[in-house]
């Protein structure tokens, strides 16, 4: 890819044909890996320590960037 960047910086190759070859490859990668196993998925979650139990329901809580918020969406805990 760099050579052809470089090719149509210069002048020497056509800007609309590369980013048809960069859609294409797009749609192609899209209708093959559209569906992600639940294993795959687990692999780029970011693991959760526990630090206590919910006042509200008692589910997990854990801390945020800025926050502890509930496991449990439904009950929508948190403390800022």
């Known amino acids: 890819w760099e050579t052809e960047l ?3 910086a210069k002048g020497q190759a ?3 044909g ?3 070859g960069i859609a294409e490859m797009t ?3 899209i ?3 559209s569906q992600i196993s639940e294993d795959a998925q687990k692999l780029f979650q970011t693991e959760r320590v526990v630090i206590g139990k919910c006042p509200r ?3 997990s809580v854990y801390e945020g960037k800025k926050n502890y918020y509930c496991g449990n969406r439904s009950c929508q ?3 800022w």
């Open 6 to 8: 470089t090719a149509i």
């Open 14 to 16: 056509d800007p609309e």
């Open 18 to 20: 590369f980013m048809a």
């Open 27 to 29: 749609r192609g990668l």
């Open 31 to 33: 209708a093959n890996y």
């Open 57 to 59: 329901c008692g589910e």
């Open 77 to 79: 805990f948190v403390m």
